[in-house]
């Protein structure tokens, strides 16, 4: 069972929250500006990753890495899908 979700916010400062909600609930402020929907869902599989290195092994860390896949392939199929545009 997921215990925690990772998510992306953009908060009113133009910045980043990342957030673990669930039973484990502490998040991740950054003021970084995200240029593309590729770099932002980089971003947030890169953050999914941090939080799972805090915690022991178990259903939650496992989940984050499978979040953090997730993650990385939306971020690929975005990169794609630019790159296309591109063209």
């Not at 009113?12 to 957030?19: F, Y």
């Not at 484990?24 to 599989?45: K, L, M």
């Not at 499978?66 to 794609?80: N, S, V």
Request: glycine share 10%; net charge positive.
């Amino acid at each position: 069972m997921l215990v925690g979700r990772c998510s992306a916010l953009a908060d009113g400062d133009g910045g980043v929250r990342r957030s673990l909600g669930g039973a484990i609930g502490f998040s991740i402020r950054r003021a970084t500006v995200v240029t593309s929907r590729a770099e932002q869902y980089w971003r947030v599989a890169r953050d999914c990753r941090l939080m799972a290195e805090s915690l022991p092994a178990g259903q939650n860390r496992s989940a984050l890495l499978e979040m953090a896949e997730e993650w990385g392939r939306l971020a690929d199929q975005q990169d794609h899908a630019t790159d296309l545009k591109k063209e």
